[in-house]
């Protein structure tokens, strides 16, 4: 299994402000995936950052929203851009590992909104 | 698209029994994976066990296993012998599709 840490753990922000979360794996790894999980609620991925491409987003999550970046196969940053209470969320990073398909997660930036 | 549905938001078990938690779920994928997912309460999420939908064998581990009902688009994840620190969330995942997740609670 993967070790992932994600920087920071927790912040509090102000509306209209942007947030750069990191995330580190301690392997390399081709696909990693970045969700979304509002308070006391599911899952939800925003998006698929491959190595050397474009980061491939889901529906209803647009680059200029959420910026990511995958300069190398152990890390990824995703930005949360012009923040609104909406997008107080705990954000969570994954890698794909083995067996096939399994994820590994990092343990998630809580972020409030004000 | 796929989907994945958890229609029990609580579940609750007395040490040392056994509970099952129902999952179902839709796709077009001829070959695919499933997973149970656990985030216990502030704490990382982690895997619990993974079915290969080829496999007609019901995967186990440990105190976890499945039963797997392809036809029915079934997956469901029965814990015996409950331990207090099985409390925690549990999602069913199709493998970057969510169900909402089932709250566990373990009673002493």
């Known amino acids: 299994s993967a070790v992932i840490s994600q920087k920071p753990s927790r912040d509090i922000c102000q509306r209209g402000t942007s947030l750069t979360i990191q995330c580190q794996v301690d392997?390399?790894?081709?696909?990693m995936f970045w969700y979304r999980q509002q308070p006391g609620q599911s899952l939800t991925l925003i998006a698929t950052?491959?190595?050397?491409?474009?980061?491939?987003?889901e529906s209803g999550f647009v680059i200029d929203k959420f910026p990511i970046s995958r300069p190398n196969l152990t890390f990824s940053t995703l930005t949360v851009s012009n923040m609104s209470p909406e997008d107080s969320s705990i954000y969570l990073c994954?890698?794909?590992?083995?067996?096939?398909?399994?994820?590994?997660f990092g343990p998630g930036t809580r972020l409030l909104v004000l | 698209a796929q989907t994945v549905t958890q229609s029990q938001p609580e579940m609750s078990v007395q040490e040392a029994e056994t509970v099952t938690l129902s999952c179902t779920y839709d796709?077009?994928?001829?070959?695919?994976?499933l997973f149970w997912y656990k985030q216990p309460p502030s704490r990382q999420m982690i895997l619990v066990i993974r079915?290969?939908?080829?496999?007609?064998q019901n995967a186990t581990e440990n105190r976890f296993s499945v039963n797997f009902q392809k036809a029915a688009k079934s997956f469901s994840l029965k814990i015996s012998d409950s331990q207090l620190g099985d409390a925690a969330m549990y999602f069913c995942?199709?493998?970057?599709?969510f169900g909402k997740g089932t709250r566990l609670s373990v009673i002493a």
């Open positions: 994954s890698v794909e590992g083995r067996p096939q398909e399994t994820q590994y």
């Open positions: 079915q290969e939908a080829y496999k007609q």
């Open positions: 995942a199709s493998p970057l599709v």
């Open positions: 950052a491959n190595q050397g491409s474009e980061a491939t987003y």
């Open positions: 796709t077009s994928e001829s070959d695919y994976y």
């Open positions: 392997s390399q790894v081709t696909m």
